[in-house]
């Protein structure tokens, strides 16, 4: 059969108005499949997603082709199922800072999807003068190469156990070396997460997933500022670069995760040190000069306190940033800011942010200096309608933070799903994306299927199920 370009994973969604009716749609589904098994699966899937009506019973399940369609359909482990009983809840962005950037982040999705591609491509351009690199040549080392890395195959356990563990691996590629050293210096890393966070977000609306209300973590937040159009794009990118260089030239410090809340933190600050971030009732950071952190260190280690250091260079969000102030304040000046058109949480004050507050130089500065109220704001953005929380950008400690911090509320469930692997989880990330799309799917968000497919051209198929 004839058929245009498609993933190499496919989503394949069905619903039915009872349970009975799923599995009896569930078993017809796997009999069309082994009756057809010469026809493209995702001809299949866009007829499913497309032409299917969606009730509230639902069931989805990511997969390659038709013979692994068959195995997972029979395979309790891969088929999600849901009953859909309440009215569409909204979708929250979460965008994370620092800390799970890594290397060939998002790579299959720049290969397979073109407005992800796009959205890269436009900032890195925009972005080499400013940077004096280019900045897709750190984050994709292999991307010009005739041999690029294809994206990771699952393997039995879907995790690669010595990343996971920070244990590094065999350098078997110069590139790859070099690329992460740059890709771990401030002046790079802060645009890169704002790249591949602004990217993957553009690649989330076109599919009609839109965020009712977001949060950033911060470098994170600036993301949102941009979606929510306080700073255009090209602003946006101008300010992530120059604050990250202003950075990069203050003094080294040092950043110390600790398992107190912040009235157990108030005392240990001193002129060396302040508190960073609020993460949870009992989840801390502690930033300041590299001597002052290590005798603290020792000191709430011997208390029996599990404390650990966070891979940095500087010491974000802490005193030690001040000096960059005064610049940081004069460049924002110069820029068009606006009141913003998506609501987003203020990691400054831990509550929504003001139209006045965005359009303030001076909240830039404190956004910069002052500690993340993380665990406030994720409090307060929760009692808004108890969104749906996808993290949008590498890993899920924001998914994790936020499990801890919001109220389980019996009455409504916690739906927090992830978009983009941890470095060392060894799924494709176009497989976890989808399957991240189909969770979606499950709970009641309506996917703009249309949108899905704006790349695509899909013949049309008869299909019953």
Not at 43 to 62: G, N, P, T
Not at 94 to 109: D, K
Not at 115 to 122: I, P, Q
């Amino acid at each position: 059969m004839l058929t245009s370009h498609s993933r190499s994973w496919q989503l394949l969604v069905i619903s039915a108005q009872t349970d009975s009716e799923l599995k009896t749609a569930t078993v017809n589904l796997a009999d069309y499949l082994r009756q057809h098994r010469d026809f493209n699966l995702a001809d299949i899937a866009q007829k499913l997603q497309r032409e299917q009506k969606a009730f509230k019973h639902r069931r989805m399940v990511v997969c390659q082709d038709i013979e692994d369609a068959l195995v997972a359909l029979a395979d309790p482990r891969r088929v999600l199922t849901n009953n859909q009983e309440t009215a569409e809840r909204p979708v929250a962005f979460m965008f994370p800072g620092l800390g799970t950037h890594y290397v060939n982040m998002a790579w299959e999705l720049y290969q397979v999807e073109p407005v992800f591609r796009a959205s890269v491509d436009y900032c890195c351009e925009f972005l080499q003068p400013l940077l004096g690199e280019d900045l897709r040549d750190v984050i994709y080392p292999n991307r010009a190469s005739q041999q690029d890395q294809q994206s990771p195959q699952e393997n039995s356990s879907g995790l690669d156990l010595r990343k996971m563990l920070g244990r590094s691996q065999t350098p078997t590629d110069a590139k790859i070396v070099a690329a992460t050293s740059l890709l771990n210096q401030t002046h790079l890393a802060q645009p890169a997460i704002f790249v591949i966070e602004y990217a993957l977000a553009q690649l989330l609306i076109s599919w009609g997933i839109r965020p009712a209300v977001m949060i950033g973590y911060s470098i994170g937040e600036y993301v949102a500022a941009t979606l929510a159009e306080v700073l255009s794009l090209d602003e946006g990118l101008k300010l992530i670069a120059a604050r990250a260089e202003m950075i990069q030239k203050l003094p080294s410090g040092a950043m110390l995760a600790v398992p107190l809340s912040p009235t157990e933190i108030s005392p240990l600050l001193n002129n060396k040190l302040s508190l960073s971030a609020v993460n949870g009732s009992s989840m801390g950071v502690i930033a300041g000069e590299t001597d002052a952190i290590e005798v603290l260190e020792q000191q709430l280690t011997k208390k029996g306190l599990a404390c650990r250091r966070l891979e940095t260079s500087h010491a974000f969000h802490s005193h030690m940033m001040e000096s960059a102030s005064s610049d940081l304040r004069e460049l924002v000046t110069t820029f068009n800011l606006q009141a913003p058109k998506i609501p987003y949480i203020s990691n400054v004050t831990g509550t929504w942010i003001t139209a006045a507050s965005a359009t303030n130089p001076d909240y830039w500065v404190k956004h910069m200096c002052q500690p993340v109220l993380f665990a406030p704001g994720i409090q307060e953005l929760w009692k808004q309608q108890y969104p749906i929380l996808l993290e949008v950008g590498p890993g899920q400690t924001l998914g994790s933070f936020a499990l801890q911090c919001i109220e389980n509320n019996s009455a409504v469930s916690q739906i927090i799903l992830p978009s983009l692997r941890y470095s060392y989880d060894r799924k494709p990330d176009l497989a976890f994306l989808l399957k991240t799309l189909g969770r979606l799917w499950l709970t009641g968000v309506q996917i703009d299927w249309a949108g899905f497919y704006a790349q695509e051209s899909r013949p049309s198929i008869p299909l019953s199920v």
